[in-house]
């Protein structure tokens, strides 16, 4: 709960970008947002669970991208 607290204090916009898996027993919240840096993504995670938090880069693949991979 009080991860839950700290992200609705810090915006429901930045709520809206978590999903979690507290009701299912996996007490884990994923988001994913846009940032500039892998610093500022981690700013987004309440400070007393930043240094907890992983932070991955993701991206999509086009049809192409995923032919030409098999050549």
Same mark, same amino acid.
């Given at each position: /709960? %009080? !991860? @839950? $607290? +700290?992200? @609705? /204090?810090?915006? #429901?916009? @930045? @709520? $809206? %970008?978590? $999903?979690?898996?507290? =009701?299912?027993?996996?007490? #884990?919240?994923? +988001?994913?947002?846009? +940032?500039?840096?892998?610093? +500022?993504?981690?700013?987004? !995670?309440?400070?007393?669970?930043?240094?907890?938090?992983?932070?991955?880069? !993701?991206? %999509?693949?086009?049809? =192409? =991208?995923?032919?030409?991979?098999? %050549?």
């Amino acid at each position: /709960m %009080k !991860v @839950l $607290d +700290a992200i @609705l /204090m810090m915006g #429901t916009g @930045l @709520l $809206d %970008k978590f $999903d979690f898996g507290c =009701q299912v027993g996996e007490h #884990t919240g994923w +988001a994913v947002v846009e +940032a500039g840096s892998e610093s +500022a993504a981690r700013n987004m !995670v309440p400070a007393f669970v930043r240094n907890k938090a992983r932070i991955v880069e !993701v991206s %999509k693949f086009t049809p =192409q =991208q995923i032919r030409g991979a098999h %050549k």
